[in-house]
């Protein structure tokens, strides 16, 4: 995580440096930790919703980049209150297509 | 425009800032093993693409932007938000290499050893992300 993180940082142009704010990290380690405990066919089914749970993350980050390209808000309550969004579609989308 | 490392960058990041978005990260991974262990991994797994570190990130892309700019005697200025904002759109590009990674991982994981599947499923998220960077680069105005 914390490589991403620090290669997030180092590289240039920022928007080059945006590719790695989603960087598979949470992932990584969230399914190796799976496989471990409860095998690769129920990671397999945590990657199928991933999916779903990756489109709303770019749905999240457009809406981001957006709202401080072209408005006055601050970044930290913009970010911050677009993972409502975030939650709310993901939500939605398990509820309505994955269940 | 081309792609460059400026590692004095790595001097500018208190040791903190690491260590809030480990914890966020870290905090992250918990909660999508105890959804998926409550509701199942269907519902877990929507938590895999949680962006969890990403207001930290934009919020210090914001606030280095904001000081670099102080430094050079400029007080107020709206760089730090424009820059966050740029970071964010290559953060949306990087996300649909994060549903490449996610298919990949879903379709070969039952067929390959898990080691060689997450090999394959990063290199895909690099390569996307970085080809749709490049065409979004190549077909913007200048």
Redesign the interface.
Same mark, same amino acid.
């Given at each position: 995580m914390s490589a991403f993180a620090a290669l997030g940082d180092v590289l240039k142009p920022k928007s080059f440096a945006g590719l790695f704010g989603a960087a598979p990290s949470i992932a990584l380690a969230t399914l190796g930790l799976t496989i471990a405990a409860n095998g690769k066919m129920y990671a397999a089914a945590e990657a199928r919703s991933m999916i779903a749970g990756a489109l709303v993350f770019f749905l999240y980050a457009w809406f981001c980049s957006w709202l401080m390209l072209r408005g006055k808000l601050k970044v930290m309550p913009v970010t911050l209150s677009a993972l409502a969004i975030w939650l709310v579609c993901s939500i939605s989308i398990w509820f309505f297509v994955l269940r | 425009?081309k792609?460059?490392?400026?590692?004095s960058?790595?001097k500018?990041?208190k040791w903190y800032e690491?260590a809030v978005?480990?914890l966020l990260?870290?905090a992250?991974?918990v909660v999508?093993?105890l959804l998926?262990k409550h509701y199942g991994?269907?519902?877990?797994?929507?938590?895999?693409?949680?962006?969890?570190?990403?207001?930290a990130?934009?919020?210090?892309?914001?606030k280095h932007e904001r000081q670099k700019k102080q430094r050079a005697g400029i007080p107020q200025t709206?760089r730090?938000?424009?820059?966050?904002?740029?970071?964010?759109?290559?953060?949306?590009?990087?996300?649909?290499?994060?549903?490449t990674?996610?298919?990949i991982? $879903?379709k070969l994981?039952?067929l390959w050893s898990?080691a060689m599947v997450?090999v394959v499923?990063?290199c895909a $998220?690099l390569c996307v992300?970085?080809v749709l $960077?490049w065409l979004?680069?190549k077909h913007s105005p200048q």
């Open positions: - | 425009m792609v460059s490392a400026d590692f960058a790595l500018k990041t690491y978005r480990f990260g870290g992250v991974t999508a093993g998926a991994p269907v519902f877990g797994g929507l938590f895999l693409a949680f962006p969890a570190i990403f207001p990130s934009a919020t210090l892309v914001d709206t730090g938000r424009q820059a966050a904002g740029v970071d964010a759109a290559g953060a949306a590009l990087g996300s649909l290499g994060l549903a990674f996610a298919y991982i $879903w994981l039952p898990a997450f499923a990063v $998220w992300s970085c $960077w979004r680069k």
